[in-house]
């Protein structure tokens, strides 16, 4: 009688369980990838959750009609997000200053003085805030889009840490009015970052020197910044302080407002000096308000604990995914 051979399982059911075998490994393979994946997308967005683009918002307006009346806006609303060379683009073409300040046309009759003011505090999000920083900024920038006979709002003007605001503006003018500018001079406050200005006023109580000095039927363009922490008014103050000025020249005066605010992730000089010089007697009262230096903190402990607890759930989950050995459960003894 010859032996029996030895035939080890394989059936169609050890196939069939070979094959499950695969499948659940491989799914167990992909949904640990795709954990990966997650991760590394959280890590790319971190840098995003510290410290969130942060935008600043414009306004122009003007007393007076001037330009075609294709210009004849009144509270016009842009919610497109503006860069500083966009913005100044659009202001020459949907805000008519290509009439008041572009050589190519000659329509500047209605207009005396171009005054571009750049903040440094505002941003988006604080013009409809219960907390704003500044609410005589907000009051004076409000009553002045409401009450004006042109009028116009960008809420999203981007930021360009490599460049200054008012400078982005100015060059944004000079290359989109194709022939150059046609202003008789451009005074900027010596708190601005200006390529190009040929005339530099000491400060805002210059501007009235510029104003009671202006020749009839030439256009000046007039920049004005806010200080640092010398400046002894607030900027609503000194926007406000403008304003009057302008009003009680008689000049004919059309103004853009545009802010660059501080990113929320970093501290201005100034307001970590006065950070570390408060001391304990200067210390405000329990019901006083959240400040900037206040606000700063917040946002970047907001940011921070989010990155952290998204990490938390993305970590124990992958672990958990490593650790389950799924094929093992569909794996037959084999027979010696």
């Given at each position: 009688?010859?032996?029996?051979?030895?035939?080890?399982p394989s059936g169609p059911s050890t196939v069939v369980l070979e094959r499950r075998s695969r499948s659940a490994h491989l799914e167990g393979m992909g949904r640990i990838r795709?954990?990966?994946?997650?991760?590394?997308?959280?890590?790319?967005?971190?840098?995003?959750?510290?410290?969130?683009?942060?935008?600043?918002?414009?306004?122009?307006?003007?007393?007076?009609?001037?330009?075609?009346?294709?210009?004849?806006?009144?509270?016009?609303?842009?919610?497109?997000?503006?860069?500083?060379?966009?913005?100044?683009?659009?202001?020459?073409?949907?805000?008519?200053?290509?009439?008041?300040?572009?050589?190519?046309?000659?329509?500047?009759?209605?207009?005396?003085?171009?005054?571009?003011?750049?903040?440094?505090?505002?941003?988006?999000?604080?013009?409809?805030?219960?907390?704003?920083?500044?609410?005589?900024?907000?009051?004076?920038?409000?009553?002045?889009?409401?009450?004006?006979?042109?009028?116009?709002?960008?809420?999203?003007?981007?930021?360009?840490?490599?460049?200054?605001?008012?400078?982005?503006?100015?060059?944004?003018?000079?290359?989109?009015?194709?022939?150059?500018?046609?202003?008789?001079?451009?005074?900027?406050?010596?708190?601005?970052?200006?390529?190009?200005?040929?005339?530099?006023?000491?400060?805002?109580?210059?501007?009235?020197?510029?104003?009671?000095?202006?020749?009839?039927?030439?256009?000046?363009?007039?920049v004005l910044c806010s200080g640092g922490s010398e400046e002894s008014q607030s900027e609503g103050e000194a926007l406000s302080n403008v304003v009057n000025m302008l009003k009680?020249?008689?000049?004919?005066?059309?103004?853009?407002?545009?802010?660059?605010?501080?990113?929320?992730?970093?501290?201005?000089?100034?307001?970590?000096?006065?950070?570390?010089?408060?001391?304990?007697?200067?210390?405000?009262?329990?019901?006083?308000?959240?400040?900037?230096?206040?606000?700063?903190?917040?946002?970047?402990?907001?940011?921070?604990?989010?990155?952290?607890?998204?990490?938390?759930?993305?970590?124990?989950?992958?672990?958990?995914?490593?650790?389950?050995?799924?094929?093992?459960?569909?794996?037959?003894?084999?027979?010696?």
């Amino acid at each position: 009688m010859s032996p029996r051979a030895d035939v080890s399982p394989s059936g169609p059911s050890t196939v069939v369980l070979e094959r499950r075998s695969r499948s659940a490994h491989l799914e167990g393979m992909g949904r640990i990838r795709a954990v990966l994946l997650a991760v590394v997308f959280l890590a790319a967005e971190i840098p995003q959750l510290l410290g969130s683009p942060v935008t600043g918002p414009a306004f122009l307006w003007s007393p007076q009609h001037f330009g075609s009346s294709n210009n004849d806006n009144k509270e016009f609303v842009d919610y497109r997000t503006f860069s500083p060379k966009d913005l100044a683009k659009s202001v020459l073409s949907e805000g008519g200053w290509s009439n008041v300040v572009c050589t190519r046309e000659q329509l500047n009759d209605n207009m005396d003085v171009a005054v571009v003011f750049v903040g440094r505090k505002l941003q988006t999000s604080d013009i409809s805030s219960t907390k704003q920083p500044d609410p005589s900024l907000i009051d004076i920038l409000k009553l002045s889009f409401t009450t004006s006979n042109f009028s116009m709002a960008f809420p999203y003007v981007s930021i360009d840490e490599q460049e200054m605001l008012e400078n982005s503006l100015v060059k944004g003018f000079v290359e989109n009015c194709g022939q150059g500018l046609g202003v008789n001079q451009i005074a900027y406050l010596d708190s601005c970052s200006l390529d190009g200005g040929n005339k530099k006023l000491e400060g805002l109580h210059s501007v009235h020197d510029i104003l009671a000095s202006r020749i009839s039927g030439k256009m000046d363009l007039i920049v004005l910044c806010s200080g640092g922490s010398e400046e002894s008014q607030s900027e609503g103050e000194a926007l406000s302080n403008v304003v009057n000025m302008l009003k009680q020249s008689g000049a004919k005066y059309t103004i853009l407002y545009a802010s660059k605010p501080y990113r929320t992730t970093q501290y201005p000089a100034h307001l970590a000096a006065r950070f570390l010089a408060e001391s304990p007697q200067s210390q405000p009262s329990a019901n006083s308000t959240c400040d900037g230096v206040c606000q700063i903190k917040s946002s970047l402990l907001e940011g921070i604990f989010v990155a952290i607890v998204l990490l938390i759930i993305l970590i124990s989950g992958l672990c958990c995914m490593i650790g389950i050995d799924t094929p093992s459960r569909f794996e037959t003894p084999q027979e010696s």
